[in-house]
């Protein structure tokens, strides 16, 4: 037996290579990959550590370790 893997990033393309597997009577199976497997780039792993502390500090806020602004506070900071 021989194992084939195809890459593709057109849903028309797969839905023709579907087509012609299926002709050919050919056993396959369908994965589909997610973003997660490639290395995030600089932007995205900025963006993923600031969303990382900020649940830091919820938690820390709901187990009563630290205080968070109030609404009115941040607003005051900004203006």
Do not use: C
């Amino acid at each position: 037996m021989t194992t084939l893997r195809v890459d593709i990033d057109n849903k028309k393309s797969e839905k023709v290579v579907l087509a012609v597997f299926e002709a050919l009577g050919l056993n396959y199976k369908i994965e589909i990959a997610s973003d997660t497997d490639r290395p995030l780039n600089k932007k995205e792993q900025m963006l993923y550590d600031r969303l990382k502390d900020s649940f830091e500090e919820i938690k820390q806020h709901q187990d009563g370790k630290i205080k968070l602004k109030t609404i009115e506070e941040v607003l005051s900071e900004l203006s």
